[in-house]
């Protein structure tokens, strides 16, 4: 399992139409979000995926410092493939992320079902939980 790591500059188009579908695929059908995925900010972020034969089945994004929050990285669209799951490769995914920023200030907004998860990775909890596209959330932060 060898974890890419891309600017969006340098992904393939099948590599960026096969990540759009995964997010499209959990995040749109899977969790039924009614939002605009395509929000800019890949544009900026740095991509963190996993690829087999069968395609992109593992997904998470880096916005950089300054880009979405000031003082943080914004860990954000952590996907899973529904088949791949439950086999550790988000906390993998997370910690090659996390790992890559080196002890930066990390904010991400979790889904609050995965607060746990996020906890484990060494997130806290930083506010009151809040709705985002239909699903409680919370603000986690990590080396604050």
Known sequence: MEIQRKNFWKLTNKELYEIMKLRSDVFVVEQNINYLDFDDLDYDAIHYFLIDECGVYAYLRVINK????????KIGRLCVKKDKRKQGIA???????????????IRIAAQIHLEQFYQALGFKSVFEPFL?????????????
């Open 66 to 73: 300054g880009n979405y929050y000031q003082d943080a990285y």
């Open 132 to 144: 985002e596209e239909g699903i409680m959330h919370i603000r986690m932060d990590l080396n604050d």
């Open 91 to 105: 906390s993998s995914l997370m910690r090659n992320a996390i790992e890559n920023l080196k002890g930066e200030k």
